[in-house]
């Protein structure tokens, strides 16, 4: 039975190939709408429809394949097809596929990650990573960041945060990239990615890497890395002591006071003091606009306010 129904969808596929191959475009695409409806074999569907968006979305058919790349995530939803690699390989290629100008692309996007979400309230990390990756080849690195910030690869962050610093970055930000990174990660409460991004940058990035740190040559960098340390340990002193001491160094970016309130609250049940909190209060929109708004008891994702994220240009 199953090379039977194997046999007849590939019959299909030949069918709707030809017709698209051929310039046939809006046949091809009613033809796949038509198997959308009549079709109750979900796993023939998302076969035939993945093949279909895929191959309008290569002939430039940017509407008709938008149309049933959704139509694909409804289908993964109907059927109740849990998240794995295969399927989001599948969803990021599609996406790459689309041109950024069209509106269905967003739809497509958050229909994909509501579909990845399962046990991770803001879509699944693997998801987020390979999005993150399609607009960094697109070199739409606000948009990217955003993504990262959800996934679970601190290397391929990192990378994307070299190749941003060096492209259009001043030399003199060179660990000022790394540290709001980090500090991001911490107000998510995701030290392993804010471990894994540090370590990543510091060994990769071509102006730090024949450092060999610790020590680093920059101040910033050793106060980093002190500060995940902290965290691990989770000494509360020790953390009061390096803001401290390394008081000039963040005093070179008024934010990064904010954030490190939030880190001492968060990972050192530091209060806030009084009269920190109302400044404190407008980095909470800041924040929720770049990360979004998150669940701050919770142990994976938990938000805390602190300042706005990547500034560009």
Not at 68 to 90: G, Q, R
Not at 209 to 214: V, Y
């Amino acid at each position: 039975m199953a090379g039977r129904s194997e046999r007849g969808v590939g019959r299909v596929l030949e069918k709707l190939e030809a017709s698209i191959n051929s310039g046939q475009y809006y046949e091809g695409h009613q033809m796949y709408r038509t198997l959308y409806l009549s079709q109750k074999k979900y796993a023939d569907l998302l076969v035939l429809l993945n093949k279909g968006a895929t191959l309008l979305l290569q002939h430039d058919q940017q509407g008709s394949g938008a149309d049933l790349a959704n139509l694909l995530i409804d289908v993964l939803s109907k059927s109740e097809t849990k998240p794995c690699t295969e399927w989001i390989e599948k969803l990021a290629n599609l996406f790459g596929l689309m041109s950024p100008s069209i509106p269905e692309r967003e739809a497509f996007l958050t229909n994909a990650v509501k579909w990845s979400m399962d046990t991770n309230k803001k879509g699944h990390p693997f998801l987020h990573q390979r999005i993150a990756e399609v607009y960094w080849r697109e070199k739409n690195y606000t948009v990217a960041h955003k993504h990262f910030l959800h996934s679970s690869n601190g290397a391929a962050y990192a990378n994307m945060l070299i190749e941003l610093h060096t492209t259009k970055g001043l030399k003199s930000e060179i660990d000022l990239f790394i540290a709001q990174a980090v500090f991001q990660f911490l107000c998510l409460r995701n030290v392993k990615m804010a471990s894994d991004t540090f370590v990543k940058y510091t060994e990769s990035h071509p102006t730090i890497l024949n450092d060999k740190g610790p020590p680093y040559f920059l101040p910033l960098l050793n106060f980093l890395w002190f500060l995940l340390r902290a965290i691990e340990q989770r000494h509360a002193n020790q953390f009061k002591v390096l803001r401290t001491w390394y008081a000039i160094s963040l005093n070179r970016d008024p934010n990064y006071s904010g954030y490190l309130d939030n880190i001492g609250h968060i990972w050192f049940g530091i209060q806030v003091k009084p009269a920190m909190r109302s400044r404190n209060s407008m980095f909470g929109g800041l924040i929720k606009s770049i990360i979004g708004e998150e669940d701050s008891s919770d142990e994976e994702g938990g938000t805390a306010n602190a300042p706005s994220a990547l500034e560009l240009d």
